[in-house]
């Protein structure tokens, strides 16, 4: 078990440890769109990065704190 402390962290481990190994017909799309534009520091939302980490197992839970 890995954890992350945040959608954008754990996107560029997906996107440097599993990406890289999908087979080609994999490689289409919206995978394709979403890491160029990572790459290129283009837009993509932290919405964007979460569905693509879902559909490869990941789960996301948000916390956030207030201490005053």
């Known amino acids: 078990m890995r954890t992350f402390a945040s959608v954008e962290e754990a996107f560029k481990w997906w996107l440097e440890n599993i990406y890289p190994f999908l087979p080609p017909d994999k490689k289409k799309g919206r995978l ?5 534009n990572y790459t290129h520091k283009q837009s993509l939302s932290v919405s964007k990065m979460s569905e693509i980490l879902k559909d490869y197992g990941f789960k996301i839970q948000i916390k956030v704190t207030y201490d005053p």
């Open 32 to 36: 394709t769109t979403a890491w160029r």
